[in-house]
């Protein structure tokens, strides 16, 4: 604490005094800067900022600190002295913004407790099937493999050769030759992935993603840095009904959220019903 008030000392900081009612009044040593009625301190400055004063620019921190406290006494000021009584009482919106913070701590520590987030995979399936209208997809998505392959690696044709014939060494050589060089690659079959995300990570370039998917397979990009071997497994258009493993890890969220609201009304019953049995409520 001493050092750090050590080093605002250091800082050469001036008290700021606006609109003071009393230019006699004996200040503290340690006073900053005063608005009005109300005045900041050295050891406010140390308490509100904590660990950030061991920062390189400690003198920009606090002096960014100091006027963002001018301003909000500025403006709570001219509040005080605009506003009338009614219009400044807040104490039905604190007391309800408190209570509402309560309830919800309460609600997550009963959630944590009793919430079961397991789902199987033959209810996830049901949701599916009963709801495939609700799964219409908004953009085009592919399972693809690709490979990154660094322009300083030798021999891209016969890479390219080994990369179209496929098959788990092939890949697995493709790969380890992507992580010895520190670039990208994907080769998990059945993963769809968004085929907006796949255009930032390989340079291909079209204006019509519907027909560029509809006729291409295997793709080569030959670029000044790296070379993009590319096979398009499988692609879903726009518009039409997203596969389910595309889905599955949405369908679950739902189900669990499902299950959350339902478990807070049953813990909310039981609260109420609790306290109507030991006489904690009485109606007039």
Same mark, same amino acid.
Request: charged letters at 30%.
């Given at each position: 604490?001493?050092?750090?008030?050590?080093?605002?000392?250091?800082?050469?900081?001036?008290?700021?005094?606006?609109?003071?009612?009393?230019?006699?009044?004996?200040?503290?040593?340690?006073?900053?800067?005063?608005? #009005?009625?109300?005045?900041?301190?050295?050891? *406010?400055?140390?308490? /509100?900022? /904590?660990? =950030?004063?061991?920062?390189?620019? #400690?003198?920009?921190? @606090?002096?960014?600190?100091?006027?963002?406290?001018? =301003?909000? %006494?500025?403006?709570?000021?001219?509040?005080?002295?605009?506003?009338?009584?009614? &219009?400044? *009482?807040?104490?039905?919106?604190?007391?309800?913004?408190?209570? +509402?913070?309560?309830?919800? &701590?309460?609600?997550?520590?009963?959630?944590?407790?009793?919430? +079961?987030?397991?789902?199987? &995979?033959?209810?996830?399936?049901?949701?599916?099937?009963?709801?495939?209208?609700?799964?219409?997809?908004?953009?085009?998505?592919?399972?693809?493999?690709? !490979?990154?392959?660094?322009? =300083?690696?030798?021999?891209?044709?016969?890479?390219?050769? =080994?990369? %179209?014939? /496929? /098959?788990?060494?092939?890949?697995?050589?493709?790969?380890?030759?992507?992580?010895?060089?520190?670039?990208?690659?994907?080769?998990?079959?059945?993963?769809?992935?968004?085929?907006?995300?796949?255009?930032?990570?390989?340079?291909?370039?079209?204006?019509?993603?519907?027909?560029?998917?509809?006729?291409?397979?295997? @793709?080569?990009? +030959? &670029?000044?840095?790296?070379?993009?071997?590319?096979?398009?497994? *499988? !692609?879903?258009?726009?518009?039409?009904?997203?596969?389910?493993?595309?889905?599955?890890?949405?369908?679950?969220?739902?189900?669990?959220?499902?299950?959350?609201?339902?478990?807070?009304?049953?813990?909310?019953?039981?609260?109420?019903?609790?306290?109507?049995?030991?006489?904690?409520?009485?109606? !007039?």
């Amino acid at each position: 604490m001493l050092a750090r008030l050590n080093l605002l000392f250091s800082l050469g900081l001036v008290s700021v005094c606006i609109s003071c009612s009393n230019t006699q009044d004996v200040q503290r040593e340690d006073a900053v800067a005063k608005v #009005s009625n109300h005045t900041l301190y050295m050891e *406010d400055i140390v308490s /509100g900022l /904590g660990d =950030r004063l061991t920062e390189g620019d #400690s003198a920009l921190v @606090v002096e960014e600190y100091v006027q963002q406290w001018i =301003r909000e %006494k500025v403006l709570l000021s001219k509040a005080e002295a605009t506003l009338t009584k009614q &219009e400044q *009482d807040k104490n039905d919106l604190v007391n309800q913004y408190y209570n +509402d913070l309560l309830i919800y &701590e309460l609600e997550q520590k009963l959630l944590s407790s009793r919430l +079961d987030t397991n789902v199987n &995979e033959d209810a996830i399936l049901a949701y599916y099937e009963n709801n495939k209208k609700n799964f219409e997809l908004k953009e085009n998505i592919v399972r693809l493999r690709f !490979f990154v392959i660094p322009e =300083r690696v030798t021999n891209h044709k016969k890479l390219w050769n =080994r990369f %179209k014939a /496929g /098959g788990e060494d092939n890949l697995r050589f493709l790969s380890k030759i992507c992580e010895v060089s520190k670039s990208n690659y994907f080769y998990q079959d059945s993963v769809w992935l968004s085929f907006n995300d796949v255009l930032k990570e390989i340079p291909i370039i079209t204006y019509n993603q519907e027909s560029y998917l509809n006729n291409h397979r295997m @793709v080569r990009l +030959d &670029e000044k840095d790296n070379s993009y071997f590319v096979e398009i497994l *499988d !692609f879903k258009i726009k518009n039409s009904i997203s596969p389910f493993e595309f889905e599955k890890a949405r369908i679950k969220a739902i189900i669990i959220h499902k299950r959350k609201v339902e478990l807070l009304q049953l813990i909310e019953r039981e609260i109420v019903e609790e306290a109507y049995l030991n006489n904690k409520i009485e109606k !007039f």
